[in-house]
T-cell receptor, first 114, second 110 residues
Framework: SAVISQKPSRDICQRGTSLTIQCQVDSQVTMMFWYRQQPGQSLTLIATANQGSEATYESGFVIDKFPISRPNLTFSTLTVSNMSPEDSSIYLC???????????FGNGTRLTVT | TQLLEQSPQFLSIQEGENLTVYCNSSSVFSSLQWYRQEPGEGPVLLVTVVTGGEVKKLKRLTFQFGDARKDSSLHITAAQPGDTGLYLCAGAQGNEKLTFGTGTRLTIIP
């Protein structure tokens, strides 16, 4: 199974600033996803990171707030822009092998916005 | 949007007891996955069930997929402190993106 390195593992940021989270996979994968998980809650899909094209965002998430890069099949970044305390959450990168197959997750980035 | 409701939301029991977690939906899924997440880590896949009525066992964990493929259950026998974590079901519909359940936070008291 894919090994996913996500960093930073945690950060405390000030309101109004931006944070870029990196996700590195040890093998080429077709599908990469970014999820948000509020403390103690389930996962909400932010977007699908598409290699070579713009990310596909889920309802309630927009590119200006969560710009995503996917320069190749092993790497992606998620930026949380102009942060507010409501953005405090865990952000998780995940990858999928074949369509419909189980997901592998990074260990997440715990973000606190003050 | 397909909803997967898990119950209970929280469960705290003594070591050695048995428990069941439920995952229910009004939608039909082609497969259903169960994940466990421990603090500071991402969710880790436990099992995938595909066939209606299917039962899979993973040591002390028994997973069942409902006949109509709308619901699933996870039964843990003789719970251990290492079973503590957030349990998430996730449903797949063909090649569509996974829908995650609302989660069950399980605490096993030594």
């Amino acid at each position: 199974s894919a090994v996913i390195s996500q960093k930073p593992s945690r950060d405390i940021c000030q309101r109004g600033t931006s944070l870029t989270i990196q996700c590195q996979v040890d093998s080429q994968v077709t599908m990469m996803f970014w999820y948000r998980q509020q403390p103690g809650q389930s996962l909400t899909l932010i977007a699908t990171a598409n290699q070579g094209s713009e990310a596909t965002y889920e309802s309630g998430f927009v590119i200006d707030k969560f710009p995503i890069s996917r320069p190749n099949l092993t790497f992606s970044t998620l930026t949380v822009s102009n942060m507010s305390p409501e953005d405090s959450s865990i952000y998780l990168c995940s990858v999928e092998g074949d369509p419909g197959s189980p997901l592998h997750f990074g260990n997440g980035t715990r973000l606190t916005v003050t | 949007t397909q909803l997967l409701e898990q119950s209970p939301q929280f469960l705290s029991i003594q070591e050695g007891e048995n428990l069941t977690v439920y995952c229910n939906s009004s939608s039909v899924f082609s497969s259903l996955q169960w994940y466990r997440q421990e603090p500071g880590e991402g969710p880790v896949l436990l099992v995938t069930v595909v066939t209606g009525g299917e039962v899979k066992k993973l040591k002390r964990l028994t997973f069942q997929f409902g006949d109509a493929r709308k619901d699933s259950s996870l039964h843990i026998t003789a719970a251990q402190p290492g079973d503590t974590g957030l349990y998430l079901c996730a449903g797949a519909q063909g090649n569509e993106k996974l829908t995650f359940g609302t989660g069950t936070r399980l605490t096993i008291i030594p």
